[in-house]
C-alpha cells in the first residue's frame, strides 16, 4: 500500500467526481491513474483558485477500491452509476459534471460525450494504461479543505505531477489520522468551482485546455520508476556480456554471420525466450487478451506498435546495424525465429541456426522490445518519445547495443554535444 499525493488546481465535481456514492477519477491526472493500484491511497492538496486560495489545506482522500480501464468504467456506469453519464442540460450540477465521458457502444476509440472536456482532452483521459480509479472509501472537502496537520506537511506537493516516496513514513499515522477524525464517504463540502454551461463552448474550451495544460505538465514529470520492467533489462545486460565473452572467441563481424557454436546457441535460446516473455506481456497491457504465439504476436504489434517493423538498432563498436522486425508478415515470422523455433524443436537437424548473424538480431529485438515495454508503463508511444528513454531510466547502461539516435542523446546528456549533435 502506497500514499500519493498531488496538487489539484480545478476541483470542479468532475475530476474528482464525489458523487452518487463512489468517488471516481476517470479523467485527467494520467500519471497518477496509470501508476496507482488498487489498495493505494490518493490524497489531493488545493491551490489557489481566484481569490480564494485553498493551497495547503486537503481537498479530497480516497482509497482506491477498485480500477478498471474506461471500456469497463462506460459499461459499469450503464448498469451500475448512470448518474456518472454527463447530462450538460440536467437541472442537477452532479449530472452535468459526470465523468463518464466516453460512449464505446458503437465506437472502439471512444465517441466523447459532450461535458466538461473537449478533443484536446483525450490524449490524457485514454492514453495507455490510464485507467480509471474507484473508491467507496473516501473523504471529499471541496471548498471547506481542511488543515493539514504539521507532521503530514510531507503531502504538500512542490512542482507537477504525483509524488508517493516522501509520504511512505507518515502513510500509516496519515490514514489512522483520516479514518479517526472524519466520516467515511461523507461531502463536507461543495466543489471549489462550478462548471458554467450557460456558455458551454467558450466555458469548456477555457477550461479543457487549462486542464490540458496541467496534465501535459503531469506527463513530463519524472515521478517513480517503480513499474519499468528493470527485471527484463538486467536480463539483457546479463545476456550482453556473454556476447561480449562469445566475442572472445568468435569475432562480432559480418564474415562470421554462419558461425554457430555452443555459446551462441545457449544466447541465441535465452534472448528469444525472452522476448517471448516480453510480447506476451504487451500485448496484455495494449489489447488485455493474451498472445499464444508468434502470429498473435504479430497481430498486436501491428496495431498497437507499428513502428517495431523499421526499428534499428547498432552495435557501434562493430559498425553492424540491424532491423531485426523488417521482413515479418502476418504469414512469415522474422527469420531467426524460425530459427529459434528450429533449434529450439530440431536442434538435432537444425543446430546450424543457432548462428551470429541469428544471435545478434535476437539480441537486437530484445533490446527494442524493452524499449517499447518501457513506453508502454509510461503511457508513451514511440512519436511522443525521444532516444534518451533508456539513457535517462534504465541503470546501468549498456555497452554494445544502441538504438537509432541514442548515441546523440547519450552526449548530449552528458554535456559533449547539443541536441543536433554539435560539439560543444
Known amino acids: 500500500m502506497r500514499l500519493f499525493s498531488y496538487s489539484i488546481a480545478i476541483d470542479d465535481g468532475a475530476a474528482p467526481n464525489p458523487f452518487w456514492g463512489k468517488c471516481t477519477l476517470a479523467i485527467s491526472k494520467p500519471v497518477l491513474r496509470r501508476v496507482i493500484e488498487k489498495g493505494d491511497w490518493v490524497a489531493a492538496v488545493g491551490s489557489r483558485v481566484g481569490e480564494l486560495d485553498y493551497s495547503g489545506k486537503l481537498v479530497y482522500v480516497m482509497k482506491i477500491t477498485e480500477k478498471m480501464n474506461h471500456q469497463k468504467y462506460h459499461r459499469y456506469c450503464k448498469m451500475m452509476l448512470n448518474e456518472k453519464i454527463p447530462d450538460v442540460g440536467h437541472d442537477d450540477y452532479r449530472r452535468r459534471v459526470g465523468d463518464c465521458i466516453y460512449d464505446f457502444d458503437e465506437n472502439s476509440k471512444g465517441r466523447l460525450i459532450r461535458s466538461v472536456h473537449t478533443e484536446a482532452n483525450r490524449e490524457f483521459d485514454l492514453g495507455i494504461l490510464n485507467d480509471v480509479l474507484l473508491s467507496d472509501h473516501f473523504y471529499y472537502f471541496g471548498m471547506q479543505a481542511v488543515d493539514i496537520p504539521d507532521k503530514f506537511k510531507t503531502l504538500i506537493i512542490e512542482g507537477s505531477g ?145 513502428l517495431i517493423f523499421s526499428k534499428k538498432v547498432s552495435i557501434p563498436l562493430y559498425q553492424i546495424e540491424l532491423i531485426p522486425f523488417e521482413h515479418w508478415k502476418s504469414d512469415q515470422p522474422p527469420v531467426w525465429w524460425t530459427a529459434y523455433n528450429n533449434v529450439k524443436h530440431h536442434r538435432n537437424t537444425h543446430y546450424s541456426d543457432a548462428n551470429l548473424e541469428n544471435c545478434l538480431n535476437a539480441l537486437g529485438a530484445l533490446y527494442i522490445v524493452i524499449y517499447e515495454l518501457i513506453l508502454l508503463y509510461k503511457g508513451k508511444s514511440d512519436r511522443e518519445y525521444s532516444g534518451n528513454l533508456i539513457y535517462e531510466h534504465l541503470q546501468p547502461q549498456q555497452e554494445l547495443f544502441r538504438l537509432e539516435g541514442e548515441d546523440l542523446w547519450r552526449d548530449a546528456a552528458e554535456g559533449r554535444t547539443d541536441l543536433f549533435g554539435r560539439r560543444r
Open 162 to 306: 504525483p509524488k508517493s516516496i516522501k509520504n511512505q513514513p507518515v502513510k500509516n499515522e496519515f490514514i489512522a489520522w483520516i479514518d479517526k477524525t472524519f466520516e467515511k464517504n461523507k461531502l463536507y463540502g461543495d466543489p471549489q468551482i462550478e462548471f458554467y454551461f450557460d456558455n458551454p463552448d467558450e466555458w469548456i474550451e477555457n477550461y479543457s485546455l487549462m486542464r490540458a495544460v496541467s496534465d501535459r505538465a503531469d506527463e513530463d514529470y519524472s515521478y517513480s520508476n517503480d513499474r519499468l520492467p528493470l527485471s527484463h533489462w538486467n536480463y539483457f545486460l546479463a545476456l550482453e556480456s556473454d556476447l561480449k565473452g562469445v566475442s572472445r572467441h568468435i569475432e562480432i563481424h559480418k564474415a562470421n554471420y554462419k558461425t554457430f557454436s555452443i555459446s551462441l546457441t545457449q544466447l541465441f535460446m535465452a534472448s528469444c525466450s525472452e522476448i517471448d516473455v516480453i510480447l506476451k506481456e504487451v500485448a496484455k497491457l495494449t489489447t488485455l487478451r493474451k498472445a499464444k504465439n508468434i502470429y498473435d504476436f504479430f497481430e498486436v504489434l501491428s496495431e498497437k506498435v507499428p
